[in-house]
């Protein structure tokens, strides 16, 4: 175990990221305290029943007084409301950061609230599985997966360096990237591929009807792993495609493209484009694999096919 980075720190959240990073900090040691708050009431109290959190507070006030770090864990959506509410109890030179999918509407929502002497550092930990709740949080989630820090402008540079150290201990490798170019980054690696996902699990239920579950008894490895995306937290991606709009809708035009291009090429019979486009994108899994973000093993790297 390695000496505390910050001595108290507030999950405001209590579901899948922040009971992971939870498990993470007691394990490395990170924190000397850690405080939770959940705006349900029942989430407040299954994270007390498994011991999630030294103290789960009735509100978020009671959560953040004292606080080094208070990690916003809600939905991008909520975080306008969440920062106005904490702004008060904040001690000075505390440091807020986020979990966020989405960089540039989290920096417009939470900035304007922050008092003066209060530092402000958003970040994106790229890990997560289609599960939800308090109880569905580990600490391996951030094992060699990648956090993105996105300091605002005037953040202190002192404050980046302790939230990458402590990032770095919860397991994660750090990286730090603009608010705009990251919405873009996630439209492409997350944001699209989770709407398309969306959208083929929706077609198969409506096949399912005619075919009397035909789709889901013989659904083959692709389409699983579209269910297992489509799973994912209802609330979080609806604030995600709400928030990130432009960048979103900017992939999906050329996802469109590419699909329109596709549909030519098996109507037509070319099979030299649809060869070499397997080809030359079957080369980005390769790439996956080697920069350690998965396994080439079967089940899609996850044990038991549920991560």
Same mark, same amino acid.
């Given at each position: 175990?390695?000496?505390?980075?910050?001595?108290?720190?507030?999950?405001?959240?209590?579901?899948? @990221?922040?009971?992971?990073?939870?498990?993470? @900090?007691?394990?490395?040691?990170?924190?000397?305290?850690?405080?939770?708050?959940?705006?349900?009431?029942?989430?407040?109290?299954?994270?007390?029943?498994?011991?999630?959190?030294?103290?789960?507070?009735?509100?978020?006030?009671?959560?953040?007084?004292?606080?080094?770090?208070?990690?916003?864990?809600?939905?991008?959506?909520?975080?306008?409301?969440?920062?106005?509410?904490?702004?008060?109890?904040?001690?000075?030179?505390?440091?807020?950061?986020?979990?966020?999918?989405?960089?540039?509407?989290?920096?417009?929502?939470?900035?304007?609230?922050?008092?003066?002497?209060?530092?402000?550092?958003?970040?994106?930990?790229?890990?997560?599985?289609?599960?939800?709740?308090?109880?569905?949080?580990?600490?391996?989630?951030?094992?060699?997966?990648?956090?993105?820090?996105?300091?605002?402008?005037?953040?202190?540079?002192?404050?980046?360096?302790?939230?990458?150290?402590?990032?770095?201990? @919860?397991?994660?490798?750090?990286?730090?990237?603009?608010?705009?170019?990251?919405?873009?980054?996630?439209?492409?690696?997350?944001?699209?591929?989770?709407?398309?996902?969306?959208?083929?699990?929706?077609?198969?239920?409506?096949?399912?009807?005619?075919?009397?579950?035909?789709?889901?008894?013989?659904?083959?490895?692709?389409?699983?792993?579209?269910?297992?995306?489509?799973?994912?937290?209802?609330?979080?991606?609806?604030?995600?495609?709400?928030?990130?709009?432009?960048?979103?809708?900017?992939?999906?035009?050329?996802?469109?493209?590419?699909?329109?291009?596709?549909?030519?090429?098996?109507?037509?019979?070319?099979?030299?484009?649809?060869?070499?486009?397997?080809?030359?994108?079957?080369?980005?899994?390769?790439? @996956?694999?080697?920069?350690?973000?998965?396994?080439?093993?079967?089940?899609?790297?996850?044990?038991?096919?549920?991560?």
């Amino acid at each position: 175990m390695s000496a505390p980075v910050y001595e108290k720190v507030a999950l405001i959240g209590l579901g899948l @990221i922040a009971s992971s990073m939870f498990w993470a @900090i007691k394990r490395g040691g990170l924190a000397g305290e850690v405080t939770g708050f959940a705006k349900s009431a029942e989430s407040r109290e299954t994270a007390r029943r498994i011991g999630l959190c030294d103290t789960v507070c009735d509100s978020v006030a009671d959560a953040v007084e004292g606080a080094d770090l208070i990690v916003l864990c809600v939905p991008v959506g909520a975080m306008d409301s969440v920062a106005a509410e904490i702004a008060p109890a904040l001690k000075q030179g505390a440091t807020v950061t986020d979990v966020g999918s989405v960089k540039r509407s989290v920096i417009d929502a939470v900035a304007p609230h922050l008092p003066d002497g209060v530092h402000f550092v958003p970040a994106h930990p790229l890990a997560g599985t289609e599960h939800s709740g308090p109880e569905s949080g580990f600490a391996e989630l951030f094992d060699n997966r990648w956090c993105l820090l996105v300091p605002v402008e005037g953040s202190d540079p002192a404050a980046v360096a302790k939230l990458r150290l402590f990032w770095e201990g @919860i397991g994660a490798n750090v990286d730090e990237m603009a608010a705009d170019h990251h919405d873009l980054v996630l439209a492409v690696t997350s944001h699209a591929p989770h709407l398309i996902a969306y959208t083929m699990v929706g077609v198969a239920d409506d096949l399912r009807r005619v075919t009397d579950s035909e789709v889901i008894k013989y659904s083959a490895a692709g389409f699983r792993d579209f269910t297992r995306i489509a799973a994912s937290d209802p609330t979080m991606w609806r604030d995600v495609f709400l928030n990130n709009k432009d960048a979103t809708l900017e992939i999906l035009g050329r996802f469109t493209e590419e699909l329109f291009a596709l549909q030519r090429a098996i109507r037509t019979g070319d099979g030299e484009h649809l060869h070499d486009y397997f080809s030359r994108t079957r080369a980005i899994r390769r790439g @996956i694999i080697e920069a350690g973000q998965d396994t080439a093993a079967p089940n899609f790297g996850r044990e038991g096919g549920s991560r």
